[in-house]
């Protein structure tokens, strides 16, 4: 466990729980807690989907603007490395993940819920890649991932502006995919994860990673990659367990192994 980020875990949920008064400021250290408990819940078998969560006031306004200040060039280039890797890591849980948002987004914050597969956003919550006002650009991923959730279009002029949006826009442009009384986010956001407990995690992980990896290539490309992921699947348990089923109960009555 670290001292600004943990993973807590509760009947099969597991919470990223970012927790670095006052804003969350996503410093090294933050980074590296961050992907250490991503790789916890990544790997441990009693999580079956995973919330990240900055707490009811704020999800993460952004970089550490000190720290940064500080960093030459040559620190930068050292560095931009483990931040990039470190957000996506997150990104790369084979479960579904969902970001808490609540309060502010910013920055990094931002960059961070687009690592998330789904995100659900308090009502008053603030987004934005505000980096420009600061002489540079996003570097954890905003002007990759960004991009493939809303569009070159509407990236560049949040990007260019650095402008902040606000919940309501965050949600008709895609950014976000519900919102919810900012009392409501977290319980939102278990709610959603905890219809994965009994999932067959294989073919949760097979659909991610096709989704994932073949939107990033063309579409022949995509479709074998889907090919393999799904012939794959007939090498679990769960397959067999899941048709099985569905002949004899109907569908949605299966009880799912995880192997």
């Not at 279009?153 to 260019?160: H, N, P, W, Y």
């Not at 009994?198 to 096709?210: D, H, P, S, V």
């Amino acid at each position: 466990m670290g001292e600004f980020v943990r993973l807590e875990v509760v009947d099969g949920v597991g919470t990223i729980r970012l927790d670095r008064p006052k804003m969350n400021a996503l410093n090294e250290q933050v980074q590296e807690e961050i992907r250490e408990a991503a790789k916890q819940a990544a790997e441990r078998d009693d999580v079956k989907a995973v919330i990240v969560y900055g707490g009811e006031r704020v999800f993460a306004a952004g970089a550490d603007i000190k720290e940064m200040a500080e960093m030459s060039h040559t620190d930068m280039i050292k560095r931009s490395a483990g931040l990039t890797s470190s957000f996506t890591s997150v990104a790369m849980i084979p479960k579904p993940v969902v970001a808490a948002v609540t309060g502010y987004a910013l920055g990094g914050g931002c960059e961070l819920a687009l690592c998330a597969d789904v995100r659900i956003a308090a009502d008053n919550a603030t987004f934005g890649q505000p980096e420009i006002l600061l002489g540079i650009i996003p570097g954890a991923g905003g002007t990759q991932r960004l991009t493939r959730l809303v569009g070159p279009s509407k990236a560049k002029e949040l990007i260019f502006t650095g402008r902040f949006v606000a919940a309501d826009e965050a949600l008709s442009i895609g950014l976000v995919d519900k919102l919810v009384p900012a009392d409501q986010v977290y319980p939102a956001a278990v709610e959603w994860a905890s219809q994965f407990r009994n999932a067959a995690t294989c073919a949760l992980r097979a659909a991610k990673e096709a989704i994932d990896f073949g939107a990033q290539v063309d579409l022949a490309t995509g479709l074998e990659i889907e090919r393999q992921q799904f012939a794959s699947l007939f090498a679990t348990e769960d397959r067999a367990i899941g048709m099985a089923s569905f002949i004899e109960h109907g569908p949605g009555k299966a009880e799912f192994l995880g192997r």
